[in-house]
């Protein structure tokens, strides 16, 4: 490690930084002036200070600020006054952007580049933008100090890189992804490839779950468990049990019960601290550390020297238990992060991309005015101003900003809206849009509960935001993705975007933390409904008889019970699907046979009068021919479906979202990503079938009409991302360009 950096991390000082400075910044110009003026009395600060300026090509200027905290600094402690800070400093001077480190007496430090972006030549339209390294000598360190380590600070181009998520990502990737395919290989127990690499998989979410876990002092307060976990099963000289005795008994029985009760760890000799622990460990449940069927009943298990291996790899960065918001990106091991690495690692020969934060963000904002346009009378320029509030405007913008003025009948229109919005992706990948939607959905009610005009009952039971997220996830957000896999890493987002608000007395709840997800993101080919060799042709639905809708209400219910792990076994309700479906198949063939039967029992006149029939009535003859061999097809085809239900699941949109599509017609919104590969290149994920008979089955879809599938959009209705921009207000154009 580079002395200087080093020096940095262990003993943080204005001297520190400025040396390190003069050897990343060759135009690094030192002078301290006072900042304290920039305080507010109510500020976490008690001293801020300018120690240098650094000079950049074009004239451009990069201020670097020290600010000490009057408390102790943490991974989430005063950001948004730090930022707030930062801004207000920047807003001051000329310049293009801010280095600004905020410390605390023990040493710990938030290193942030704080950028400014012009739009137009006026200083007073510009937005402010936050990367930043949380340091702890206590702590390890790697990403800022493979970063810092190869930062060249000349150009703003060069410092941009270094606090760059993609480029911090595409190292933490290069390390990764030999330490899976490395594990990925040494699974023991099977030689099914496929199967290997899922094990490897669920193992990995589980380690980097349990890494947040234990960062937020939930196991035993011990931020370092896991690793003093695998020491103490080291001193006993046991040999590849580690998985078997030591882990096994964590996953499936210390996390997935009540704290209290004592955990049946077989022959491991844990010492009675770790007993305590796990005995004591919170209730998180909510399928993670559920023993997943195929998988985790294989007796599969992995040697002691590679998961070693991968816990020194992992634990030399540091977890951040926060997602990433599109004003502030923390560059350490965070939900965010994840995505992309397991994004990257196992579909990008799909042609999966993940999506950008400032994408993702902006596609959800937009969608949902454009719903909320579509479904109010609520004017859209208040609706723009609610959703578009750029954080960090120059001052005369702040001043300028409004919010949407709604009346306090509006707010309650536009809560109830939002709280029962339906959502879906239906190419969810890793659970990019979903995340971007709850949190996007979470500030926006957050907004007008504490509105000072919003209504008084309403106020008196807005929800914390672990309710309001927890809610959110389970009413209005759902997605589909083709690979098994995606929908694991999808699922451990949303429940790290819900672990993150958790109170800290939750870790000793009787009941489990984290709900269960199996319904809300399901894996299955959201474009092509197949089964028995044939597209599920439903163009709307034939009429339900009234046990069949009951079927359905009772199908809504228990996928909720699910949910809220009020049961705990998915396999029956995915059975009552399959009765569902059966039952909504009998509907559609009792409807043909109707037709079928009026068709042939229609009295012909020729046949009555021995009349030669008129050209008018051949016409009418062959049409009615023509329709009841079709319908003899269709029928034939349903009656094969219904038998393959037997040995196939297939994924049919109005089944798997049942309590959506019979309830509410279909989703309010669909949002994401198509695949990025040109058209030829687009084969059956699941392989199985050939590519020209995939074409053929995405073509029979898209003959069907697809946008029968969603309610309250068609094809004239999708948003084009171009004409928004055109309809958007003037002022918040500007903003949306970024």
Known sequence: MNPHIQNLIQGFSHEQLANFLRLKAPSFRPGRISLNDFLKQDDAFDRAEQIGLIGLPKAQTVIVGVVRAKDE?????????????????????????????????????????????????HREFSTFRRYTFFVDPALPNKTFVQQ??????????????????????????????PKFDALAEAVQGTEDTALQQDFALLFSIRIIFLGFVQKKGWLGGNISFLQDFGVEYRDTGSVDAFYREWLQPLFFEALNSPPGRKVAYRHAPFSEATQTVLQMAPYLNGELFKRKRGVDDQGLWLPDHLIGDFFDFLFQYNFTVEENELYDEE??????????????????????????????????RLALVKWLEQTTNIEKEDLYHLFFREAGMGKAYDEYQKQGDFSPAEIRNLIERLESVTVCDPAAGSGAFEVGMLQMLEQVLDNLYSRNNAPKDLKAKAPTPFKRKKAIIANSLYGVEVKRWAVWINHLRLWLTLFVDMPDDFKNSFEPLL??????????????????????????????????KRKITLLKQKKRDFFYNQSNDYQPIEQEELAVFRAILDAEIEARRKELRQLQQAPRAQALFDLQPTEKEKRAEQAAQKRIAQLETEIADMEA??????????????????????DRGGF???????????????????????????????????????????????????????????????RDKRHSRK
């Open 641 to 662: 479906q219904k038998r393959s239900l037997k040995d196939e699941r297939p994924f049919i949109w109005s089944i798997e979202f049942a309590e959506i599509f019979f």
């Open 668 to 730: 309010d919104i669909i949002i994401g990503n198509p695949p990025y590969v040109r058209q030829e290149s687009i084969t059956d994920p699941n392989g199985m079938l050939t590519p020209q008979a995939y074409k053929e089955a995405l073509l029979e879809m898209v003959r069907l009409d697809f946008s029968d599938y969603f309610a309250n959009w068609t094809f004239d209705k999708i948003i084009d991302i171009n004409a928004m921009f055109e309809e958007t207000p003037q």
């Open 148 to 177: 810092m380590g190869r930062a060249n600070f000349s150009s703003l181009a060069g410092i941009l890189e270094t606090f760059s998520l993609e480029a911090v990502s595409d190292e933490f990737y290069k390390e990764f992804k």
């Open 73 to 121: 600094i943490t991974a989430r402690s005063s950001k948004r006054k730090q930022y707030e800070l930062a801004k207000r400093i920047l807003k001051a001077g000329n310049h293009n952007a801010g280095l600004f480190a905020f410390y605390d007496s023990a040493g710990r430090f938030r290193l942030s580049l704080v950028t400014v972006t012009y739009h137009g030549t």
């Open 515 to 548: 709900p269960n997800l199996t319904f809300k993101v399901r894996a299955g080919d959201s474009l092509v409904q197949r089964i028995g060799g044939k597209t599920f042709p439903l163009r709307g639905h034939a009429s339900l008889p009234p046990n069949t």
């Open 331 to 364: 560059l350490e091991l965070n939900p965010e992060f994840l995505g992309i690495i397991f994004e990257r690692i196992t579909n990008m020969d799909q042609g999966a991309v993940y999506t950008p934060r400032v994408e993702v963000d902006m596609m959800c």
